[in-house]
């Protein structure tokens, strides 16, 4: 139900933007356990359009891990032997690694133990007991995962990969080629790719909204943005209350727990999506006052909406986008 919010919300990004004189081609699907759409434009737009459900498609088999013929479930089960995955699968691995690294481990693909043992999103999400949390936790370690080079990889000490913090970021890079000269507005899930000139648009950007954490339908900030990425991960995409608590699907590894930060979202723009979404789900693991800390020594144009009312936007900002602020009549409050 929750993931149905992020297809309404891509609607009306749509309905703002309806072509003029170009053709377009538009198509919905689920794929990587969220909807999808993929709007092409130009004299080529189904084929476009169709060429980039059928990428997603054949992505998934490389990046999923609960489907038992992929990749990386047989390299999670492979008890610390070698395996040789698909470029794809180790391209994700790899940019996972670096994004790990470079966020200090807040970003960590080793997060299946703790994906698994909470269970998010799923009918048996529950609170675990301390002691099986304190043993997953134990497991998440991205410098357990060993990078051999020509497509080998191995897992030490238990480690189990979970992309799922990367991997619409790393199909949404996929798919931007294929639009060639054309236009191309892509959403896959919580991540959008905006490519080439808007045609129903005077300058010819793309105006993304930016969910209200209460009511995905409406828009707290728009940023108009070319060529770019904008991603964003919340504590609304997937979660369960207990006892008035929120526990949502972003971990944070040095607890083991649904990342605590007083954060509701956090959007990057950017133009590699594989970087907008590793970071998107690190900054809300950091926190705003350790996020922009972050965004100001790497360059990274991010839009923090905190839990007391106030949207936040790193410098990169400026440049990044043109960024409109909508939140006042909602009580929040804009913090340049
Ligand atoms: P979404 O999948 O809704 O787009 P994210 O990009 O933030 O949201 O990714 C969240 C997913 O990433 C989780 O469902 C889980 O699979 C994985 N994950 C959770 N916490 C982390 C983390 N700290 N580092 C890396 N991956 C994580
Ligand atoms: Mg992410």
């Excluded at 954060?263 to 998107?280: E, F, G, K, Q, Y």
Aim: with cysteine; net charge negative.
């Amino acid at each position: 139900m929750k993931r149905f919010g992020a297809a309404l919300l891509l609607f009306c990004c749509l309905a703002g933007c309806a072509p003029r004189q170009e053709a377009a081609h538009t198509v919905d699907f689920f794929a990587m356990d969220t909807f999808m759409t993929v709007t092409a434009y130009g004299a080529a737009a189904e084929q476009v359009a169709v060429a980039c459900e059928q990428q997603v498609d054949a992505l998934e088999p490389a990046l999923s891990r609960t489907r038992t013929d992929s990749d990386l479930y047989r390299l999670n089960h492979a008890a610390g032997a070698v395996c040789t995955v698909h470029e794809d699968t180790y391209a994700a691995i790899e940019a996972a690694v670096q994004y790990a690294a470079l966020t200090d481990g807040a970003f960590d693909p080793t997060m299946a133990a703790l994906t698994d043992l909470w269970g998010i999103g799923t009918e048996a999400a529950h609170v675990p007991p301390q002691a099986a949390i304190d043993a997953a936790r134990a497991q998440v370690d991205y410098h357990d995962i060993e990078l051999l080079g020509d497509r080998q990889v191995r897992l030490h000490d238990g480690a189990q990969l979970d992309l799922g913090g990367i991997g619409k970021g790393y199909a949404t890079d996929k798919v931007a080629p294929l639009a060639a000269d054309g236009a191309l507005l892509a959403q896959l899930g919580g991540n959008i790719g905006a490519f080439g000139v808007n045609p129903g648009r005077e300058g010819g950007d793309w105006v993304i909204g930016i969910a209200d954490p209460d009511d995905h339908a409406s828009f707290i900030a728009t940023v108009a943005v070319r060529d770019r990425s904008v991603v964003t991960s919340g504590d609304y995409e997937r979660f369960f209350e207990q006892d008035g608590v929120r526990y949502h699907h972003i971990f944070d590894p040095a607890t083991g727990y649904p990342a605590q930060t007083g954060l509701r979202s956090v959007t990057v723009i950017d133009p590699c999506s594989t970087r907008a979404d590793a970071l998107t789900t690190a900054l809300f693991v950091m926190g705003l006052e350790e996020g922009l800390a972050f965004c100001a020594a790497q360059d990274v144009a991010a839009v923090f909406i905190t839990a007391d009312g106030q949207v936040v936007t790193s410098d990169a900002v400026e440049t990044a986008c043109a960024f409109t602020f909508l939140g006042a009549d909602k009580g929040y409050r804009y913090v340049a």
